[in-house]
């Protein structure tokens, strides 16, 4: 099981397909040489625009075939990203920016989310029109929402899914997925902060039974990109802290040698308190907030876990190839049904 922000997500519709049928796009290339050579599974991919044919994604997965990765199976549920809501969410004073989408967005479908899978994919459930003032504790009151705003805004960002695969000898698993906004961009109102931490927040409600969704039938993996790192960045890191612990839930801190060794170019690096192994997101230094773990896969309570890792390779070609893909790293969970 992994999941991987390829960052596979362009500055118009149409834009990503492009890049992907000429196949010689460097970014796009480099990406399917790291999923290739990670070999999961299935893979929640993020960062990857949508369009409603799924043809950027079947043109994908014929890239991913080609460097010896087959996925039969394929789901993109349209996020929340770019969709209009004909209000001034923003309050900038005028409405149709991407700051006034259901989830920023310069067009629907940026950014979306997509599950590759070798193993057959059952009928997803998506989370995705919840509204965020119907989230028991939410920290909306203060994100300086109007109320007609406040009545249509939906918690996701870009998604949350329930997704079940058929796995041999008819047993099953379900992938609970999601995408988060980053905790920043915003003003002190913390928009994008209180949006963050309660995006996260929705799972342990979810799993509590306090939503009128059914909790899911274990054994399931809760799996995506946070957004956010438990100890190190902006954000507030209760309810994700809160995830990491819940007994229901398995982390085992997947890491890598990578990280370790880009963790010595200093800068905001240096003054980070988290450990440095389990960085998942490489990103700049002053400015910028260096590298962080915010990409987290999370097996039920009961499934074996025979090993993890993100795929930040050593200084080397390999690591070059995962740089040139994005600025995120693949994580993975090997495990095995009870």
Known sequence: ????????????????????????????????????????????????????????????????????????????????????????????????????????????????????????????????????????????????????????????????????????????????????????FDGTEDRNGRRNHDEAAFWTRFLDGDLPFAPPAAPFVLLGDANLDPVDGEGNAEALTALLGDARLQDVRPESKGALAAAGQGGANARQKGPVALDTADWPDDPGPGNMRVDYVLPSAGLAVQGSGVWWPEPGPAADQAAAASRHRLVFVDISLP
């Open 1 to 184: 099981m992994a999941t991987f922000n390829a960052d596979l997500s362009r500055e118009g519709p149409g834009l990503l397909l492009r890049d992907i049928l000429t196949e010689k796009d460097p970014q796009v290339e480099a990406a399917a040489a790291v999923i290739a050579a990670a070999a999961p599974d299935v893979i929640l991919l993020t960062g990857i625009d949508y369009d409603l044919g799924g043809v950027a994604l079947g043109a994908f997965a014929d890239r991913l075939a080609a460097a010896g990765a087959d996925f039969p199976h394929r789901l993109a549920l349209r996020p929340n990203t770019g969709m209009s809501t004909g209000l001034d969410l923003d309050g900038d004073g005028q409405a149709g920016g991407p700051g006034d989408a259901q989830g920023f967005g310069r067009f629907a479908g940026e950014g979306g989310m997509a599950v590759l899978s070798r193993h057959a994919l059952g009928e997803a459930t998506d989370y995705s029109a919840f509204l965020w003032r119907d989230l028991p504790g939410n920290l909306m009151d203060g994100a300086a929402l109007s109320e007609d705003a406040a009545a249509i805004q939906r918690l996701s960002t870009t998604g949350h899914w329930g997704v079940p695969l058929a796995l041999p000898e008819g047993r099953s698993l379900t992938l609970l997925a999601w995408m988060a906004t980053p905790p920043v």
